[in-house]
């Protein structure tokens, strides 16, 4: 296989504390607090998205560097009982191809508090692992799907996979993850066209819709702003078939801003990272299927908490190298400034 370079992610150095207020919590120099976990997996995905990863596919992270679900547990149970984490969601890579995840799923709901529990998947298995999700604890699901033609799929995810796709969404609902959640990723000239046919199919089915604008993750570092479909352009498009109203509710730290279709309740959201940055409420932190602690989705550095734990770290060590992680978070992005440059990682390494 001929893989793509990924790089290597620079940890940081040891953060200066000063100033810092005397907190448990995942606090930043920006008053912001983080809350919301990404858990990512494994970086390995059974499709081939055009905008996530080559034909061929990467080359994965070796087995020996990934998290044991012991270790994964234990960074996690940390993560709520020390730091104040209220939501862990679990990405990957596919999450699905994590072997044994029922177990870990469980093991994280047992924790004292209790988080809330989502996934986000492609869905190509999630028909026949919906209800043993429930039963291990999963509170609700995010499904990625850009586009309802079976050609089209094909050519976007190099992968026959639609039914298996369609099967899987109306099995997690019938398993009671709900809301059932639906991303998509609009491209000009790809699927642009599909705005408003995708609402009226998450419309008709109870799911709800939210697109995301397309985000430079690639791994080729190929990604032209130029071809991506904006927040302004895709409300444009709904605005043809759809009257839509702001939300009256107040976004907090949602990434989507939603709004209300023919006068709801039935909504729509939209992530705009690129064109509507939400990092001024920004309240996630980050871990990599190797054990690595991000405070950005485009940070260029890490914190290297595997190594730490795998040489003996105590939870409370283990803690503190997170909330230093934490306080060492930037004012935003960076996405529009000249000097940007995308993460080394790619997202199917980071974790969605």
């Not at 709520?80 to 870990?104: A, H, N």
């Not at 190929?222 to 976004?251: C, K, N, Y």
């Not at 209300?260 to 990092?279: E, H, K, W």
Request: net charge negative; charged share 25%.
């Amino acid at each position: 296989m001929t893989a793509v370079d990924l790089g290597v992610p620079v940890v940081r150095a040891a953060t200066d504390l000063s100033g810092r207020p005397d907190t448990p919590a995942l606090v930043d120099r920006f008053g912001r607090h983080a809350t919301d976990l990404r858990v990512s997996l494994t970086d390995r995905c059974n499709l081939r998205c055009t905008y996530c990863m080559p034909a061929e596919g990467l080359d994965w992270l070796p087995k020996p560097d990934l998290l044991t679900d012991d270790e994964l547990v234990r960074l996690i149970r940390i993560a709520v009982t020390d730091l104040g984490v209220t939501d862990v969601r679990f990405t990957g890579g596919e999450p699905l191809l994590r072997p044994r995840l029922e177990d870990v799923i469980a093991a994280v709901a047992a924790l004292t508090p209790r988080p809330r529990l989502s996934l986000t998947t492609n869905g190509v298995t999630l028909a026949r692992r919906a209800a043993g999700l429930v039963a291990a604890g999963l509170d609700r699901v995010n499904v990625s799907l850009d586009t309802l033609d079976p050609a089209r799929f094909r050519d976007l995810t190099r992968r026959d996979r639609l039914d298996d796709v369609l099967a899987g969404l109306a099995a997690a609902h019938a398993a009671g993850l709900a809301p059932v959640k639906v991303n998509s990723v609009l491209m000009r000239g790809v699927n642009e066209d599909e705005a408003v046919p995708l609402l009226r199919f998450c419309l008709d089915n109870g799911y709800h819709l939210r697109f995301i604008e397309q985000m430079p993750l690639d791994p080729q570092h190929g990604w032209d702003r130029g071809e991506m479909v904006t927040a302004g352009e895709i409300l444009a498009a709904l605005g043809t078939a759809f009257s839509l109203t702001a939300h009256p509710q107040e976004r907090g730290a949602a990434p989507a801003e939603r709004w209300l279709v023919d006068g709801g309740p039935a909504t729509v959201g939209v992530i705009a990272s690129v064109t509507r940055p939400f990092c001024a409420s920004c309240d996630r932190t980050r871990l990599t299927a190797d054990g690595q602690v991000r405070n950005c989705l485009f940070g260029r550095t890490e914190t290297d908490l595997r190594a730490a734990l795998r040489g003996g770290a105590s939870d409370a060590e283990l803690a503190g190298l997170w909330r230093g992680d934490a306080w060492a978070k930037a004012a935003g992005h960076g996405i529009d400034d000249p000097g940007f440059h995308q993460p080394d990682r790619p997202m199917s390494a980071i974790g969605g």
